[in-house]
């Protein structure tokens, strides 16, 4: 049963998430993930499109810079709070570390909110999709690559293949 939480495969894109060396060769292993703006159009179906709030600050983690997002989600199902009040918050927070420079600000704070947004349930449908690895090769800087494709398949295609073959939609 699809929840409404859950990111559809169509709006997921793959990335490299380790790559190694073993006796059998050089690997890459990849998982699933979506944008953002995949996470907020899921709570906006969740929560409705003013059922819920994200706000961010600023914290130091361990002399890190890094960025809080709280997500709060506003909900009148008849829940009452001891206060009498017919409004429940459930407020969930995810941290990302800031790397210098503006861009990763930005991808912090994305990061920041999609943590928050995994601990309302939303994407994690894709933490249950299978792991996939592929051959990798390494450039003349002995960095690992990913291959564009696989047994003649753009690799995007044949991932979204596997994961097809697997059952999980």
């Known amino acids: 049963m699809t929840d409404v939480r859950d990111v559809p495969l169509q709006d997921a894109t793959w990335k490299v998430q380790a790559t190694g060396e073993s006796t059998k060769g050089i690997w890459c292993m990849w998982v699933a993930y979506a944008d953002a703006r995949v996470y907020g159009e899921r709570l906006d179906a ?90 990798g090769t390494k450039g003349n800087d002995g960095k690992i690559r990913p291959p564009r494709e696989v047994d003649g398949v753009p690799v995007a295609e044949w991932l979204a293949a596997q994961v097809k073959g697997n059952g999980d939609e």
């Open 46 to 135: 969740w929560a409705g499109e003013f059922g819920w709030s994200d706000a961010y600050q600023f914290i130091d983690v361990d002399g890190n810079a890094a960025v809080e997002c709280t997500i709060t989600i506003h909900t009148t199902m008849g829940v009452t709070d001891t206060n009498g009040a017919r409004e429940l918050h459930i407020a969930r927070r995810g941290w990302a570390e800031i790397e210098d420079g503006r861009e990763t600000v930005k991808g912090a704070e994305s990061d920041a909110f999609k943590r928050a947004a995994a601990k309302c349930g939303i994407g994690r449908n894709l933490y249950r999709l299978p792991r996939l690895y592929t051959d």
